[in-house]
């Protein structure tokens, strides 16, 4: 265990929404430190072109020169995962993966989501090669090709419909279609081919998807293969502490200020919830990193 280090406000997560908020943060002269590994960021595999004044830049481009921005700002780095958060007196006790303990008057949380993997073979391999988590972010990409989404409930279902207006075909693989009659209805009318009853087994290509493979032995020829199980929080750090989480315990509850229930405490970007998407990230991550640079100096001040 290495000495205990001391900050005005310390920034869990290192994607956009931890970047804008170590930035912002570090510029109202807080001391502040930001944790986590950039490439474990959604925006390091990402391509962004809906982004105000960026066109066709890679998100490990943005992570890096935004990194450099903090950097300049202030701000400081550490590329660690934290393990364990407590409340003690007036500090948040920080406890690092590489066992640095962290002391700080305010915590800000942009850990992000994870979104759920399939696991099949050629997923991880052929992401960002037609393998997508987001249907928003990359439908534009699929213009008349064919394209697949898998997933059974009302993300996957109206994923497709927006695919619908921009592919050929869109195939929809879900072991059992969980939605609203209303909802499978314009499925059916949109002509979306549903293949009810089966589970991926296999995504194939070589630089790009080629077809995915079904349990049933049966290939689809495809260009684009949109994963849409919905995404889970990072929140059993946000729960130790006696954070308030959404009805389905997946985001973290924040009011506008990017204030939780808990005093010092905030949140920004996809783990307060959709949109999932890096402008709402950097907005979010901005409020928030005012809002805890000015916390922690009153606190000073008393
Ligand atoms: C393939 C792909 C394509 C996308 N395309 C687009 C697009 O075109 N346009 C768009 O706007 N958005 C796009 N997105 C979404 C965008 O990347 C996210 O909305 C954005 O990155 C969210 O930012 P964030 O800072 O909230 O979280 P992330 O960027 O996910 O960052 C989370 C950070 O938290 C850290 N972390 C997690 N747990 C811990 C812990 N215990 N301790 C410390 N740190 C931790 C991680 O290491 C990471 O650094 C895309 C995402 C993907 C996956």
Redesign the pocket.
């Known amino acids: 265990m290495t000495d205990i280090q001391l900050y005005d406000v310390v920034i869990?997560?290192?994607?956009?929404?931890?970047?804008q908020a170590a930035i912002h943060a570090s510029r109202k002269k807080a001391k502040t430190l930001m944790?986590?590994?950039?490439?474990?960021?959604?925006?390091?595999?990402?391509?962004?072109?809906?982004?105000c004044c960026m066109f066709q830049v890679t998100?490990e481009e943005i992570l890096h020169i935004g990194r450099e921005q903090a950097k300049k700002s202030g701000a400081e780095f550490m590329d660690?995962?934290?393990?364990k958060v407590e409340h003690n007196g007036q500090w948040y006790e920080l406890l690092?993966e590489g066992e640095h303990l962290i002391r700080t008057r305010t915590l800000i949380i942009?850990?992000?989501?994870t979104?759920n993997k399939l696991g099949i073979p050629g997923e991880k391999q052929l992401?960002?090669k037609g393998v997508?988590?987001?249907v928003?972010?990359?439908a534009g990409f699929f213009r008349n090709e064919t394209v697949v989404v898998v997933g059974s409930q009302s993300a996957a279902a109206g994923g497709s419909l927006t695919l619908a207006e921009y592919a050929s075909t869109v195939h929809l693989v879900c072991e059992k279609l969980d939605v609203a009659p209303s909802l499978r209805a314009r499925i059916e009318a949109k002509g979306i081919i549903v293949h009810e009853g089966r589970k991926p087994t296999e995504i194939r290509g070589e630089n790009a998807v080629e077809s995915i493979t079904l349990d049933n032995g049966e290939s689809i020829e495809a260009a684009g293969i949109f994963i849409e199980l919905g995404a889970k929080g990072?929140l059993e750090?946000a729960s130790t502490l006696g954070i308030q989480l959404d009805e389905n315990m997946r985001y973290v509850e924040v009011d506008r200020k990017l204030s939780t229930n808990v005093a010092g405490v905030y949140a920004?970007?996809?783990?307060t919830g959709p949109?999932?998407?890096?402008?709402?990230?950097v907005g979010?991550?901005c409020v928030a990193g005012i809002e805890a640079a000015t916390y922690a100096k009153k606190l000073k001040n008393d």
Do not use: F
């Open positions: 869990l997560g290192s994607g956009p929404a931890g970047i944790l986590g590994r950039p490439t474990n960021s959604s925006l390091y595999w990402a391509h962004i072109e809906n982004y998100g660690e995962d934290v393990l690092t942009a850990t992000g989501t979104r992401l960002g997508s988590y987001c928003d972010c990359d990072v750090l920004a970007g996809d783990i949109p999932l998407q890096m402008a709402k990230a979010e991550g």
